[in-house]
């Protein structure tokens, strides 16, 4: 979940404020968020996220307090199926159970390490050892399986078979029983931002990196005109580089599992893209204006399927605004396929109720 990247960021800001940090780790049945769904409540009354649509906010503020006050982790069950108020005392009939660990945390010198991994486009695998009633170890490992973070002396041996195999088969969450250990482990991916790169500086861009920052993406900007490519156009990007398209990519090592946007507004320059990242696939492309026009672009090659031609998803947008919307929709929608799978799979094992 790219959330604990936020809350990290939140802790760094004050070094000595205790928070909880909730997540949910078993959902049966439906629920508005899944596995791994974070929220993170600090001593001052402020909290950031939602792991419900408003349904149990509320009730788990008042968890939160008790576990801050007692610096001890604790599990709550929620039964979200009742439509009335005999369940958890909301009635809210969602068709679904799920249980959240509430855990006292507070900024510890390896966050250092986990923020500069996931600032890095890698993303960080956490461990941690339940029993019904707390947390009994916490770990952090790298994408490899190499441990950068841990606050218990702790035998890490008998875990790392369990992270191997989370990290083999891409996991996003698990919980599996380790018998050496006698307990529990639930096991998840923080996800880092991925990188967005953008051809093209032109107005219609504005809004699409100002969302795609927004939507944990770390947008680059590429344009050789300055005065468009600056921090005054666009404040939230991560990258601005003053340099010709074709010159960037043949310079630049380019990570293949990032996304793509081409928006030049040149055919020349869209030409020469096109064709390179036909033959270099990332996660995601897409090229703006019809289909007509990509065709043109890429002749005599046919347009591949994986190419987003033309760009987002259609909601009949009309204007910057709300074509930026439709693409930022295409964006997430990439970008949580693989979860999307995951939870079709996790379904199908699910025995029949």
Known sequence: MREFYQYLKVLKKDHDRSAVMATIIEVLG????????????????????????GCLEEDLKIHAKKVQSSQTSKMVAYDLQSEDDMGWGKGAGCNGEIKVLLEPIKWQSYHSKIIKELESGRDVVSLRGLTEASVQVRL???IEGKLIGSEQQVDVSIFKPYIQEFIRHNQIVK??????????VFIERM??????????????????????????????VIDPRESRCNAICFPDAALLVNEHPENFVTDYQMDLNSYVLIMTHSFTKDKQLVHYFS????????????????????????????FHSPIGIEIHAEGAEE?????????IKVRNHKRALDRKKKAMRSPAV
């Open 191 to 220: 996800e880092s931002k991925e990188k967005l790169f953008i051809f093209g500086a032109g107005p219609d861009v504005e809004p699409i990196v100002k969302r795609a920052a927004e939507f944990d993406f770390l947008p680059v």
């Open 323 to 331: 074509i930026s919307i439709s693409i930022l929709a295409e964006l």
């Open 140 to 142: 952090f490992f790298t």
């Open 279 to 306: 033959e270099h696939q990332p996660k995601y492309l897409g090229v703006l204006g019809p289909k007509k026009r990509t065709e043109r672009l890429l002749y005599p090659k046919k347009v591949p399927e994986w």
């Open 30 to 53: 439906s629920s508005y968020r899944r596995e791994g769904a974070k929220m993170l409540f600090l001593n001052n009354g402020a909290h950031y996220g939602h792991i419900s649509g």
């Open 175 to 184: 919980k599996a029983f380790v018998p050496e250990f006698c307990s529990t």
